[in-house]
Nanobody
């Protein structure tokens, strides 16, 4: 069973930066074979996918974060990252990482989340 733990959240002013991390552990296939994705959920809103990196290293982003956020992973450290720059108040949310299989369509593990709060 894959276990995911996020960290790096916090409170920043608009225009600031944060770097989130998500460490994977437990019984798992080679970390490099997983598709990894960042999601976020703000109070009263639906969860949305923010950024994805697949097993071939291909990246995709939500339109709302394109050009400001960068997703990456270190397979040697079983760690997923999300570098968030030029943060906006609307980026305020709980951020979760997920491990996916089956062509990035099936989430098989979720982290507990890390809170990001951006003040204006």
């Amino acid at each position: 069973q894959v276990h995911l733990v996020e960290s790096g959240g916090g409170s920043v002013q608009a225009g600031g930066s944060l770097r989130l991390s998500c460490v994977a552990s437990g019984y798992m296939y080679s970390y490099s074979t997983y598709c990894m994705r960042w999601f976020r959920q703000a109070p009263g809103k639906e969860r949305e996918g923010v950024a994805l990196i697949d097993s071939d290293g291909r990246l995709s982003y939500a339109d709302s974060v394109e050009g400001r956020f960068t997703v990456s992973k270190d397979n040697a450290k079983n760690t997923l990252y999300l570098q968030m720059n030029s943060l906006k108040p609307e980026d305020t949310a709980m951020y979760y990482c997920a491990a996916l299989r089956r062509g990035c369509t099936l989430a098989i593990a979720w982290g507990q989340g890390t809170q990001v709060t951006v003040s204006s």
